[in-house]
């Protein structure tokens, strides 16, 4: 195991040389080293990088602070990769907990495997509940490693403007809460299996652990495709359900980069379970004197997650909002995060 995360190590690495090779000719690197003069303070390079790199795509700076922030949160959910090796923690956002360099385990990876096995999902219960009720779905934007894939789609070259008719958006919601409904029924399903029945652990249903994360995209990108990459070739194909897990990814990231986010807003069930507690949120975005009429028009345009005013009141309401900060940009002096 030991030799195989060293050529692991060394393709990611010569990956990352091929690509530094490339990066050292683009117009960022270069203004960025004439930047860069005699006495600079090393200190502040990657924050230096972070400010310069919104300046060239044309993003505010917060934005890249928080691409930055979910390249840390990445690396750390994958230490094992850097043979860093770590008690599992439970996150509380969508995680692929078997993913072959994984340290930490997704809260709703817990909440189904906690049903299956017959018992009662107080953690990640709590942990839903509390992370709902304080900085709501905040993590799906600057933790989320999915939700990171998705905003990267988001930099193609192709249109991908909100074009879901608003009067489809509640019948589309529905898709969340029909995977949660499945995920809870079937759980329930199993636990009761487990508990009254001698299992055999070849013949068990695929869905016997956790009947969302078998087809979730999240966890065949970042489970299923490494673990074949590297180690164990056979583990999609040899699966009956293989070419479904693989087309769900194909269709759900073909869509993201056409309809930003599309996964987190119709697919998602953990985010659906964040929608439940958004009117208990302690963390709300303030939208200050700003005008219904021309704040709806501005999100339309820059807001990711297709968020709308839809009330007269003070702050944005909607349970879609993951508070990425892009609106930001185009009100500085009317929005303002506020936590009470």
Known sequence: MYDQNNRACVRINSCLSKLARRLTKTKFLKGLAKDLKPGFNTEFLPVFIIYKAGNFLKQPASQYLRHFIQILVLLFLNAKLFQISATPIVVPFLHATH????TAVGVFDAFESSITTGNFPILAVGIILITGVTIGKLLCAWACPFGFVQDLLNYLPISNKNIIPRDWFKSLQMIKQLLLAFSVFSSVLYGFQTITED???????????????????????FTYIPWAA??????????????LKLSILIACLGLCVVIPRFFCRYICPLGYMYDLTNKFKFLKIKTGTVKKEEANKTLKEVCPMDVQISTDEKYIDSPACIHCGKCFKYFPNQFSQEFF
């Not at 993913?99 to 994984?102: I, V």
């Not at 652990?209 to 979730?216: I, K």
């Not at 590297?230 to 070419?243: E, F, T």
């Open 99 to 102: 993913a072959p360099f994984s």
């Open 199 to 221: 299992i055999d652990p070849i013949k068990k249903s695929p869905f016997h652990d956790a009947p969302f994360s078998v087809l979730s995209p999240s966890t065949t990108l």
């Open 230 to 243: 590297y180690w164990k070739p056979d583990v999609l194909y040899k699966q009956p359900i293989a070419y």
